[in-house]
């Protein structure tokens, strides 16, 4: 199996920085995409940003610009670089790790961290 660990999350005043990072660890073979999502309150899960191990990123429209998801093949890592938090960035922001290949488990699986909150104060 796939255990996926997030650090980074914390307080924040708007328009601070914060860096998240998550290790996958396991029997792992490949990992197709790293990313995260996050879930506010009363909202549904969303995605934030993904990295695939070819290099192509994709980013949710409320955070292109001021978010910067990045890999490290690797390491089985995944980082995202929040910078100009708002508000709004509020919510608790989960790892995921889609498509994986794992040693001993049959067909591509999707794994998810157990969450990190991310508060930002305005």
């Known amino acids: 199996q796939v255990q996926l660990v997030e650090s980074g999350g914390g307080l924040v005043q708007a328009g601070g920085s914060l860096r998240l990072s998550c290790a996958a660890s396991g029997s792992i073979l490949s990992i197709n995409a790293m990313g995260w999502y996050r879930q506010a309150p009363g909202k549904q899960r969303e995605l934030v940003a993904v990295a695939t191990s070819d290099g192509n990123t994709n980013y949710a429209d409320s955070v292109k610009g001021r978010f910067t998801v990045s890999r490290d093949n690797a390491k089985n890592t995944v980082y995202l670089q929040m910078n100009s938090l708002k508000p709004e960035d509020t919510a608790v922001y989960y790892c995921?790790?889609?498509?994986?290949?794992?040693?001993?488990?049959?067909?591509?699986?999707?794994?998810w961290g157990q969450g990190t909150q991310v508060t930002v104060s305005s």
């Open positions: 995921n790790a889609d498509r994986a290949l794992v040693l001993g488990v049959v067909g591509l699986r999707n794994y």
